[in-house]
């Protein structure tokens, strides 16, 4: 920017120039005269301009000077000289005096004493000498030329003054300007900085300290804010930048430049945040200028910081009391109104303290209650109890008396000669071929409202039947005769049951009743000598059985045939055999007892092991994770269908653990599933559950010592059906034990509502992970990534060992816990389902929904489900990994999705994949089910990966064939080294080249192939299709040699084909009129 010191344009008044003639005695050298500017348009004022004009080529040596009045510096050290002037050209005829240029000379003065006063022509031929010399000046254009000079000032100089020399020219200067440059102060990025004049020379930068704006702190701390001062006069940012602080805002002014504003009352800005003011969330307050808003009184925040405010719930509603006797009583009520705005509430059951509440027990649990009724016993006879129930949430240990939304009850207990005697006399009334009639006595005659319990003799908790009937005797109709069962009665007003009794068709009652008293929820009577009679039946019909057993299994060794007769099944290429037949087998509790009657004669399960053990199978090397019995005696684990057990019941009795609802509780729901809502809660660390799963749990409440667990919950109302479905998925969690599968850690089956527990996952679904750690900007490793995958893929290997086939795998199916360690979930669409006459375990849908975008083709059009369609989905969650959670085939609809795959489609790398990744992801997307990998070597693979993750960015090429029977892979997974073994010595010998080009009728490319180096079938293995036509053959002879190395001997054939390339961008079909371009892979 410049500051100017004089405009001659622009001046008024008398200017006090002087003017001299030096070898004349002229005063009359220079004329002041008036133009018209036509720069100024309409601008009357400075329309006519002063100018000087001189014109004495004429004269006789003429020296002619015109002189300024002195201008003060100011604070310059360079000023600049601006003459804007025109000449006339000198003709031959003038003068030889004539000149067409002129002298500009300046002086500079310490002091204004030294200033003259009047220039003297006698005195001034003295001084001459001190008068600068800065520029001859001539005409550079037709009409006027613009000419600037740019001076120096000398240390301490305050006043300058200029001089003209004509010496017989014919000039006129229309104006003269004087000026020097400054930075002016300016604001930038919220940067302040102060004024600053340019330095003497053109070269010199000079750097000048910035600070922040009122209200604005630096971006980055340390970073120092500076500026360059260039000798133009213009600044220029070069390091720093601010930004308004919390609770402010930017805005433009375009006077003053950028400044911070404070948000108004009611919204904030948080420290660092990107987005403007923000409206204040629910339940918070704020003035002008904060950066984050307060909770009102009475609320509070313990989420994040900017979040809303929440309170404690009220008080519950509609407490009441039920089934008061001498020493019991039942109470329950209803959810409170206000819940404070959280997910999560519990309840705390409170005796207010008395001398009769030291010997009151309340179950389920005094503390953290899901369950809204506690049955309380231990009471006194005529007693009189008051008893607080309190709603609480996560905010209520914040508030000054988390007790004070409470709801009291009073009641009094009966007197013991009041109370309800329990039914007596219970008999046999009347028996008949399939059914009874059961009878029984009271003392009050009044009472007529009994609740009757059937249950097999020996049979767990789970197998019984409860009617609630208005007479005195009850009819059964439909009874087995090879069961025995057991009766007992009860007044609904009491909780004390009746004296049982056993009875069986045909045989009669077995044993007299014993007097028995026992609380809700006790449900094994067992009978002495009902019991010893049982034990000795069973283990007589186990004796037979393991006898049918051996006879059966000796008689199918015989006939067996050795792995030589087994000409079609190719061992190099499968891992195991399933067989063609099940066994009968019982499952006994710890005392040899058949765990359900209903069963005893008819109880089976599936025996899955394979005939050939799979590479790296526990049948041939037990894995050292297990932990149970199983494993230590290093026997093979093999997955059971639960929907094979006639009593779905049975196999969640076999499979997993059932915990007391008292040692569970629900904080809050943190999601949603086909069946109810997926919590988070807590387990007592004291229950067996959670020592038996406290290696998989994060601790939470360490005051309360529970361990932190999830929680699926099962809908109120949910009829038979959906119950069954909802705890199969447990029945086939529960036979699973690998690092990287969910672990379960038992159910809740004995109140309301069913739960199934589990470990607990922190950072969630993978893909949300990904997504999460994308959009802030936060990139894995590669070789992180990999060590995921490799997790999952060695999880799948476990399941596919185990004979089991997921069918739903998808980066969504997949959990990562607080160490970024992956383990599949999500089993309520798996299957485990083995076909006879099926080389690999085979599952066919029933009509259900499909996961399209992640299943394999055979199985979207044959609705067949093998280990092969769940490597496919395996390459889907590699690229769902390298793509941080995009959706696969993003908006396509599934018919699309069905139609391009069929057309070779193939998903494209995702940006900045790594190809060793993506080669994986190709290998499992063969369409061919046969030629893709096995869990096994993608195992290896990807460990290869983990170890050195430079591999990662190389492109292994085309997946080698037969590489399971030629190298040995060594994976240190959950079962420890996996050796492959080499093919057994029974396997047909490897033809030569020769012989197999002569077997697919394509010998005569034999000396084409030889001529490229391809001497044996080994190499010809290793060359893709693309190598294959860079040899010199035809796409249809690449098609017969691929399909003959894969054992499909194709006849060559004239028929037309689809070209396809390796990474193409476009699909032609010869007998399509059109041609479609698609971005991706095609096969």
């Known amino acids: 920017m410049s500051k100017v010191l004089f405009d001659l344009s622009k001046t008024s008044g008398d200017l006090k120039f002087e003017q001299l003639s030096l070898n004349h005695d002229r005063d009359d050298v220079w004329m002041e005269e008036t133009w018209r500017n036509p720069s100024n348009g309409d601008d009357e004022k400075h329309a006519n301009q002063r100018t000087f004009v001189t014109c004495n080529f004429d004269m006789e040596n003429p020296s002619n000077w015109l002189f300024t009045s002195p201008f003060d510096v100011l604070d310059a050290n360079r000023v600049y000289l601006e003459l804007l002037f025109n000449t006339r050209d000198c003709e031959p005829t003038m003068s030889v005096t004539c000149k067409e240029t002129f002298l500009v000379y300046m002086k500079q003065y310490k002091s204004q004493e030294s200033i003259e006063k009047k220039i003297v022509k006698s005195s001034f031929k003295n001084s001459k000498k001190s008068w600068q010399n800065i520029g001859r000046l001539a005409r550079k254009n037709l009409n006027m030329t613009r000419e600037t000079i740019g001076i120096p000032l000398e240390e301490g100089t305050k006043f300058i003054r200029f001089a003209f020399e004509e010496q017989g020219i014919c000039l006129s200067l229309l104006n003269i300007r004087v000026y020097y440059r400054v930075c002016e102060e300016f604001v930038d990025k919220l940067v302040s900085f102060d004024r600053h004049v340019t330095g003497k020379h053109d070269s010199d930068l000079h750097y000048l300290q910035g600070s922040c704006v009122k209200n604005a702190i630096p971006s980055i701390p340390g970073v120092e804010l500076k500026a360059l001062c260039m000798s133009n006069g213009r600044p220029m940012l070069t390091s720093g930048e601010c930004e308004c602080k919390g609770g402010f805002i930017m805005r433009n002014d375009t006077r003053g430049g950028p400044r911070c504003e404070p948000c108004p009352s009611g919204t904030f800005r948080a420290e660092g945040s990107k987005q403007g003011c923000r409206t204040c969330p629910s339940n918070t307050l704020s003035n002008s200028g904060q950066d984050k808003c307060y909770c009102k009184p009475g609320f509070y925040r313990i989420d994040e910081t900017h979040g809303a405010c929440h309170s404690a719930p009220s008080k519950p509603l509609n407490l009441v009391h039920s089934a008061i006797t001498a020493t019991s009583a039942r109470l329950t009520w209803e959810e409170p109104v206000n819940r404070g705005g959280r997910k999560e509430i519990w309840y705390e059951v409170k005796c207010l303290k008395n001398i009769n509440c030291d010997s009151v027990i309340i179950t389920p649990s005094e503390k953290k209650l899901s369950t809204r009724y506690v049955q309380i016993n231990g009471l006194k006879p005529s007693s009189e109890y008051t008893f607080l129930v309190v709603a609480k949430n996560l905010i209520s240990e914040y508030t000054p008396d988390p007790d004070s939304q409470n709801a009291v009850i009073d009641f009094t207990t009966k007197a013991m000669d009041e109370d309800v005697k329990p039914v007596s006399n219970l008999r046999i009334d009347a028996a008949q071929k399939d059914g009874l009639t059961i009878s029984w006595s009271v003392i009050d005659s009044n009472l007529n409202d009994f609740e009757v319990e059937v249950r097999p003799a020996i049979a767990k908790r789970r197998s019984f ?23 007992r009665v009860r007044v609904r007003d009491d909780l004390r049951w009746s004296d049982s009794i056993s009875y069986q068709l045909g045989r009669g009652q077995i044993h007299t009743p014993e007097s028995v008293n026992v609380d809700i929820g006790d449900s094994a009577f067992w009978n002495q000598a009902g019991s010893a009679l049982l034990l000795v039946i069973a283990g007589i019909l186990i004796i037979i059985a393991i006898a049918l057993c051996m006879i059966v299994m000796q008689r199918r060794s015989k006939n067996r045939k050795q792995m030589s007769d ?23 509790n710890s005392s040899g007892v058949p765990t359900n009657l209903h069963e005893q004669l008819r109880s089976s399960t599936k025996l899955n092991a394979p005939l050939i053990p799979s590479f790296g199978s526990p049948i041939s090397q037990p894995p050292p994770y297990y932990g149970g019995t199983q494993a230590a005696s290093g026997k093979y684990k093999t997955y059971v269908d639960p929907t094979t057990y006639e009593d779905p019941y049975q196999a969640l009795i076999e499979f997993t653990f059932d915990i007391d609802p008292r040692d569970v509780f629900i904080t809050q729901v943190i999601g949603g599933g086909e069946f109810g ?22 601790r939470m409440f360490e005051n309360d010592q529970y361990e932190t667990v999830a929680i699926k919950t099962l809908k109120a109302g949910s009829g038979a059906k959906a119950k069954a479905e909802f705890l199969t998925e447990a029945s086939i969690m529960g036979q699973f034990s690998h690092p990287n599968v969910i672990r379960l850690i038992g159910v809740v089956t004995s109140s309301e509502p069913v739960m199934i527990v589990t470990e607990y996952m922190a950072n969630g679904s993978l893909d949300q992970f990904l997504r999460h750690h994308d959009a802030n900007g936060e990139k894995l490793e590669w070789s992180k990534i990999s060590e995921m995958l490799y997790a999952i893929a060695s999880g799948m290997k476990y399941l596919t060992d185990m004979g089991y086939v997921h069918r739903d795998l998808a980066a969504r199916n997949v959990l990562v816990d607080s160490e970024l360690r992956c383990k599949i979930a999500d089993f309520g669409l798996s299957r485990g389902v083995r076909n006879e006459g099926s080389i690999e375990p085979e599952y066919t849908t029933n ?17 067949k489900f093998t280990t092969s369609s769940d490597v496919w989905s395996f390459g889907v969650v590699i690229w769902e990994a390298c793509s941080y959670g995009e959706r696969p085939y993003w908006d396509w609809t599934n018919q699309k999705v069905i139609s391009e795959i069929m057309n070779g489609y193939r998903l494209p790398p995702p940006m900045d994949c790594p190809m060793g990744l993506y080669r994986i992801s190709q290998w499992c997307w063969k369409m061919e089910r046969h030629e893709r990998p096995t869990f096994t070597q993608l195992v290896a693979m990807l460990h290869k990966f983990v170890l050195q993750p430079t591999l990662i960015e190389n492109d292994p090429g085309e997946l080698p064939k037969r590489i399971m029977s030629t190298i040995k892979l060594y994976s240190l997974s959950s079962y420890g080294a996996i050796a492959v073994p080499t093919p057994p010595q029974s396997a047909p010998p490897m033809p030569s080249l020769d012989e197999f080009l002569r077997s697919i009728g394509l010998n005569h490319v034999y000396g084409t192939l030889v001529s490229n180096n391809v001497h044996n079938l080994s190499d010809l293995a ?35 084909s689809v070209h396809t390339t390796t990474r193409g961008t476009r699909t032609i079909n010869p007998n399509s009129s059109t041609m479609r371009r698609d971005e991706g892979f095609f096969v």
């Not at 009617?467 to 069962?485: C, E, P, S, W």
């Not at 996961?851 to 199985?859: D, I, L, Q, S």
């Not at 060359?1023 to 010199?1032: K, N, T």
């Open 465 to 487: 039947e409860t009617r609630h009937i208005n007479t005195t005797y009850a009819t059964f109709i439909g009874l087995k005769d090879d069961v025995v069962y057991k009766f």
């Open 1022 to 1056: 290793q060359m893709s299709p693309l190598d294959l036509l860079a040899c010199g053959l035809i796409s249809q002879e690449c098609s017969v040699i691929r399909d003959g190395l894969n054992g499909r001997l194709t006849p060559p054939s004239s028929a037309g």
């Open 677 to 698: 809502d997926v919590c988070l809660g807590g387990l007592s660390r004291s229950s067996q559950a959670a020592s038996r799963g406290s290696n998989t749990m994060n």
């Open 566 to 588: 087994l000409d079609v099944l190719d061992t190099y290429k499968q891992d195991s055999m399933t067989p063609d037949y099940h066994t009968t087998s019982r499952h006994l």
């Open 847 to 863: 009509g259900g929904k499909i996961p399209v975008r992640w299943t394999a083709p055979e199985a979207i059009t044959h609705r």
